[in-house]
């Protein structure tokens, strides 16, 4: 079965960077792509980019251009989101996503499509 | 790009019908045929209960459907039941090729 399993809570001070980490299994993890979303206490959900697994193409919400960075490593079937020069406002739990990119077998992209599994999150707490 | 409207909350008897809506503009709801509803209990991770507009991934419940018109999308749940009480957001594809989500709507059984 499909699982996203993510890395545990993190504390971190104001002008720090923080690594969430986001391990698949049960599916083949090129031939998808991950988002990640993020949820402030309280509040509603907010998308901050997506990763395509195949071939490392990524696209991120603008207002977290130059802060943010999505990786994935295919030899652990693991994806990566650093955040950097944290603020109090980016205290929020964390959520990783699957959602189809790219038609593997033509390449031809995907719009649209929907976050079909999610990790379980992970809180990052950015305090003094 | 600016959320998606929902309204705040929305709710009912068990066994009625309840309608959340979810507005936008012709740059993401009404331009597209791209949007996804989910469902969240308090502490745990968003599910997947609507694609594509009306579209239900396997294993979703048929109380639940989608539809659109214009830049408003809406989520029905009919035969309302206990379980079903949970904040829903919806999401939609925008034209910067990203995704914008809903507003939540905290829907209560009563």
């Known amino acids: 079965q499909v699982q996203l399993v993510q890395s545990g809570a993190e504390v971190k001070k104001p002008g720090a960077s923080v690594k969430v980490s986001c391990k698949a299994s049960g599916y083949t993890f090129t031939s998808y792509g991950i988002s990640w979303v993020r949820q402030a206490p309280g509040q509603g959900l907010e998308w901050m980019g997506w990763?395509?697994?195949?071939?490392?193409?990524?696209n991120y919400a603008q207002k977290l251009q130059g802060r943010v960075t999505m990786t994935t490593d295919t030899s652990t079937s693991t994806a990566y989101m650093e955040l950097r020069s944290l603020r109090s406002d980016d205290t929020a739990v964390y959520y990783c996503?699957?959602?189809?990119?790219?038609?593997?077998?033509?390449?031809?992209?995907?719009?649209?499509?929907?976050?079909?599994?999610w990790g379980q999150g992970t809180l990052v707490t950015v305090s003094s | 790009q600016s959320a998606l409207t929902q309204p705040a909350s929305v709710s009912g008897s068990p066994g009625q019908s309840i309608t959340i809506s979810c507005t936008g503009t012709s740059s993401d709801v009404g331009g597209y045929n791209y949007v996804s509803w989910y469902q969240q209990h308090p502490g745990k991770a968003p599910k997947l209960m609507i694609y594509d507009v009306s579209n239900r991934p396997s294993g979703v419940s048929n109380r639940f459907s989608g539809s659109k018109s214009g830049n408003t999308a809406s989520l029905t749940i009919s035969g309302l039941q206990a379980e079903d009480e949970a904040d829903y957001y919806c999401s939609s594809y925008t034209s910067s090729s990203t995704w914008v989500f809903g507003t939540g709507t905290k829907v209560t059984v009563l």
């Open positions: 996503a699957r959602l189809r990119v790219y038609d593997i077998l033509t390449g031809y992209p995907l719009p649209g499509r929907p976050f079909d599994y």
């Open positions: 990763i395509s697994a195949y071939n490392g193409n990524t």
